[in-house]
């Protein structure tokens, strides 16, 4: 929160990264119309943005990055409204990159935890750092194989 925005962000926007936006900024900023995220709020609870006069809304940074996810998700990976919205349920409205594998980290955490009876916070941690770079690893490989196949 406190952390002095970066000269590249000022410069490209006017605006640091804790400040609020407004519909037209998040829609430029994910490259989706404004009536796409209207829907999405009334598909996805957890996104709420504060409403003004008028009706205006303002999108919090974590707002944002919640919006930056749904649309990774539904346009990237292929996921449904549906599934968008059963994923949030399941992740307490917390989705991370790792949600982002596609289901594939939530079933690794949970194998290990029922082959190692509980897991500790610090093994809990070191799963993440693991899944983070499987999903790394994953996202390089499937870029690879999009380049290779727009090439040939």
Not at 107 to 126: C, P, Y
Request: glycine residues 8%; positive net charge; proline residues 2%.
């Amino acid at each position: 929160m406190g952390e002095m925005a970066s000269v590249e962000e000022l410069r490209r926007n006017g605006k640091s990264s804790a400040a609020f936006r407004t519909i037209s900024e998040v829609a430029s900023d994910l490259d989706v119309p404004q009536h796409v995220l209207r829907f999405w709020e009334t598909k996805f609870t957890q996104v709420r943005p504060l409403k003004r006069g008028g009706g205006r809304r303002y999108y919090r940074p974590e707002d944002v990055d919640l919006l930056r996810r749904i649309r990774t998700l539904l346009y990237e990976n292929g996921y449904t409204i549906r599934g968008v919205q059963k994923l949030l349920r399941e992740t307490g409205g917390r989705i991370t990159d790792i949600a982002l594998v596609g289901g594939v980290a939530s079933a690794v955490v949970e194998l290990e935890a029922e082959s190692e009876g509980e897991v500790t916070e610090t093994q809990d941690i070191k799963t993440q750092v693991q899944l983070r770079r499987l999903l790394r690893e994953l996202v390089e490989v499937r870029d690879l194989l999009k380049s290779r196949l727009h090439r040939g």
